[in-house]
């Protein structure tokens, strides 16, 4: 079995409270393929019934998967929290990639995926 297809826990960073976006299209995908979902956003209003943590650091335990729905910019921010946290695999979403972002995210060590994440479990956007 492929690694993808064990990994049952997620980070979405840049969850939001907006079903019209992705940040909260990616929660909501996630939970109905059975994964536990951690939300990740300063927002302190529940998502989609969950209780969002302000970084990827504050998730208790092991994190499977990491998607990112940030801008470029902005997720260059929170990688090395992502480095740190030791996730098993690394989404960059459609919008969410720069070559800076992806050459800091290779030299912390991680391996971004640059696709949609929620295509990768078998959703559509």
């Given at each position: 079995?492929?690694?993808?297809a064990?990994?049952?826990?997620?980070?979405?960073?840049?969850?939001?409270?907006?079903?019209?976006?992705?940040?909260?299209?990616?929660?909501?995908?996630?939970?109905?393929?059975?994964?536990?979902?951690?939300?990740?956003?300063?927002?302190?209003?529940?998502?989609?019934?969950?209780?969002?943590?302000?970084?990827?650091?504050?998730?208790?335990?092991?994190?499977?998967?990491?998607?990112?729905?940030?801008p470029?910019?902005?997720?260059?921010?929170?990688?090395?929290?992502?480095?740190?946290k030791?996730?098993?695999?690394?989404?960059?979403?459609?919008?969410?990639?720069?070559?800076?972002?992806?050459?800091?995210?290779?030299?912390?060590?991680?391996?971004?995926?640059?696709?949609?994440?929620?295509?990768?479990?078998?959703?559509?956007?």
């Amino acid at each position: 079995m492929s690694d993808s297809a064990r990994a049952r826990t997620v980070a979405v960073i840049g969850a939001s409270g907006d079903p019209a976006k992705y940040g909260n299209k990616a929660v909501r995908a996630y939970l109905r393929q059975g994964w536990t979902v951690y939300p990740i956003t300063p927002m302190p209003d529940p998502i989609e019934g969950l209780t969002p943590f302000r970084s990827i650091l504050d998730v208790p335990g092991d994190i499977d998967r990491a998607t990112i729905y940030l801008p470029p910019e902005i997720g260059i921010r929170v990688l090395s929290e992502i480095a740190r946290k030791g996730v098993g695999e690394f989404y960059v979403n459609p919008g969410a990639e720069s070559d800076a972002l992806l050459e800091e995210a290779r030299r912390l060590g991680l391996d971004p995926i640059v696709a949609c994440s929620i295509v990768a479990i078998g959703e559509r956007p």
